[in-house]
């Protein structure tokens, strides 16, 4: 018993001692498979973020996870920055009360995320069919939308949702011809359109710039008093747009690291030319950073906030959309002012475009 | 005498102790790690607390779901119909019915492992592809499932059977083997014909050995159920909880995994003692 207690203790303080050897603070990032967060894990692996951080002072850590789970582990704050879309940012981590902070907005799905249908159907003759989908993601938000847009939304309570995984929806929808109507993203869409007799009959690139990609830090780590969490982030975005440099050039030069990255991520050139055809990124900083200071990013934060809130995404507890609040760059707020939760931060797209990383 | 001896006798008093000390570990535990994160960040919904959990179970209980339509008089219902129109009732309703379905379809396995154990030809027939299949794991061949049964309840309840159907099969077939040879032959002498020692002889007992192997078989019905109704569904226990993941709703989600392992726990307590009511001969179990 003796023995066992002294070894225990011996174990807790090795542990103890190991993880105080460090000096250089270590972050994790994580990501999902995703034609705009492919980069991350080329960049982790190329080494070009490595020499980022070392230049800020930095180890940063990158793990590939699935996308749930990496919203979870983001929210349980056992990683410090991830890549999500806009609306998962408000309505995990922000409405779960993790103040998150909005570093870079990559890119924007233009055509990433589509209805699809059978027998040539309409938007105004899918009431009353069955519609797979990952019920309250991006895909429910684009078909509800695609809805409104057509003036149909008062059917929308005809709409029968299917909830299906999007780790089997492909197979679903292809092997159950009963199946009429299927809303995902690509590279899903591109494998499911290859199917007979189906056809895209709404897409995301019928509301540009609503479904964001982004890169986001949780806020308290931005704010660490040693300011090795604004090293971090300045790191993130260094590396980043030295990368989407190199991916814009034209030619062999450009195709070689698109082929790099579509590698890591068990893809394909072609296949991968093919979903960045569909996404619009901000291949420079200054693009990004005139999305982000929009006029526009707000009217749609105040759609995906509305949408978020009839859904009960933002919790049943959440009484108004307004509880959870949105600043942007300009210090404007949509919300309340002291239930500020998510951040747009646009000063680390600015270094970047003022060549100040 | 040391307490930790083979031979020790804890007294009753012990005996309670003991037996809920672990339970009480980690419900300190929980609710400890809970206050610290509610403390530093009062929205958590990581690990609510007792209160948002009793607050997600009530309305899980009372309220429909957000999708359903809500009945006009809602308000003026008795508690009963109030629980009756609510979610956790219809998800409940919904799982139970496709949990039943499928094991009142583990039984023709039974009888096929029975008869596979009895008459050689059928034994031939199906022996080896059972085998070989049993070692198949169907979840990943969902597409050609798909492909094969749709997405809807067939899907759903063909997944279980395909996961669990050859085990019971197979311990069927065993425990159809095991019955001493004599007594078969006895009840041949005793001018019995196939089936009616087949059925009145060996059947009968085998029976509680496998109304106890379907019922420790009881956990994985329930998983590939849980799997069946996350991949592609539009009620059910688990898919409910799929979708409060969507937004971290632990405050439902727990109460709900906790009523599962409650059912569970009461659906196998029933038929133990269901078993040993119907065959009061049998010690095992």
């Keep these: 018993m003796r023995k066992l207690i002294i070894t225990l203790s011996g174990l807790v303080f090795l542990a103890g001692s190991l993880s105080a050897a460090g000096n250089t603070p270590t972050f994790t990032l994580g990501w999902s498979v995703y034609v705009g967060w492919d980069p991350y894990q080329y960049m982790a692996k190329s080494g070009l973020l490595k020499k980022w951080a070392d230049k ?13 789970p990496s919203l979870d582990a983001f929210v349980a704050k056992n990683i410090d920055a991830c890549a999500m879309t806009n609306m998962e940012a408000l309505d995990m981590p922000a409405a779960a009360g993790v103040d ?11 055509g990433n995320d589509a209805v699809l249908v059978r027998h040539n159907l309409t938007l105004a003759q899918v009431p009353g069919h069955r519609v797979l989908l990952v019920e309250k993601t991006v895909s429910q938000y684009l078909f509800e939308r695609g809805m409104t847009i057509n003036n149909l939304s008062s059917e929308l309570k005809r709409v029968k949702y299917v909830n299906t995984s999007d780790s089997d929806i492909a197979g679903a929808f292809l092997g ?51 300011g090795s969490g604004q090293r971090f982030a ?83 507890k959440t009484s108004s959309p307004d509880d959870v609040a949105i600043r942007f760059p300009d210090g404007s707020i949509q919300g309340k002012k002291d239930r500020v939760r998510l951040r747009f931060d646009a000063s680390y797209m600015a270094l970047a475009a003022g060549g100040k990383l | 005498m ?36 509610h403390i530093e960040n009062p929205d958590d919904r990581v690990m609510p607390t007792i209160r ?49 379905i499928s094991m009142a379809l583990l039984f023709p396995a039974v009888i096929l492992g029975l008869h596979m154990g009895m008459f050689p030809y059928v034994g031939l027939f199906f022996l080896r592809f059972v085998l070989f299949f049993d070692k198949i794991v169907a979840l990943s061949l969902l597409p050609i499932l798909f492909i094969a049964f749709g997405i809807d309840e067939m899907a759903k309840i063909m997944l279980i059977l395909i996961g669990v159907g050859p085990t019971i099969i197979l311990d069927s077939f065993n425990l159809t083997r095991g019955v001493p040879k004599e007594q ?102």
């Design chain 2, 52 to 100: 948002q959990m009793g607050q997600g179970f009530a309305d899980a209980l009372l309220k429909p779901a957000d999708d359903d339509e809500v009945a006009p008089d809602a308000d003026k219902q008795s508690l009963f119909a109030k629980i009756r129109g609510g979610m956790l009732w219809k998800d409940t309703m919904a799982t139970g019915r496709r949990f039943l």
């Design chain 1, 56 to 68: 800020y002072g930095v180890a940063i850590k990158v793990q590939r996870f699935d996308y749930a």
């Design chain 2, 184 to 285: 078969i032959v006895k009840g041949f002498t005793l001018g019995a014909g196939d089936f009616a020692v087949t059925y009145r002889i060996v059947l009968k007992q085998i029976w509680p050995r496998v109304l106890n192997s379907i019922r420790l078989n009881l956990k994985a019905v329930m998983i590939f159920l849980f799997s069946g109704e996350m991949i592609a569904s539009q009620d059910g226990l688990a898919y409910r909880i799929a979708l409060l993941r969507r937004h971290m709703g632990m405050d439902t989600i727990i109460p709900y995994v906790l009523w599962v392992a409650l059912l569970l726990f009461l659906i196998d307590y029933g038929m133990r003692v269901f078993n040993r009511k119907l065959h009061p001969w049998f010690q095992e179990a």
């Design chain 2, 2 to 37: 040391s307490p930790l001896q083979i031979h020790a006798q804890p007294s009753r008093a012990t005996v309670w102790t003991l037996s809920w000390l672990l339970f009480a570990a980690g419900l300190t535990s929980y609710f400890w790690v809970s206050r610290g994160r």
């Design chain 1, 100 to 110: 998150t902070t909005s570093i870079i907005v990559g890119d924007y799905s233009n």
């Design chain 1, 176 to 226: 159950d011809p009963s199946q009429d109507v299927v809303v995902t993203w690509k590279p899903l869409v591109s494998q499911i359109l290859r199917g007979k007799g189906i056809t895209k009959i709404f897409d995301s690139s019928k509301i540009p710039g609503e479904i964001l990609d982004l890169m986001v830090v949780r806020t308290d780590v931005l704010n660490r008093p040693d």
């Design chain 1, 234 to 316: 300045k790191a993130i975005a260094g590396a980043w747009y030295e990368l989407t440099a190199q991916m814009s050039k034209p030619g062999p030069e450009g195709d070689k690291v698109l082929s790099s990255i579509a590698e890591v991520s068990e893809d394909t050139l072609e296949s991968y030319k093919e979903q960045l055809a569909t996404t619009h990124l901000f291949y420079t900083a200054p693009s990004a950073l005139a999305m982000t200071k929009s006029d526009q990013l707000k009217k749609t934060m105040e759609l995906v906030r509305q949408f978020c809130f009839s859904h009960r995404l933002l919790g049943d």
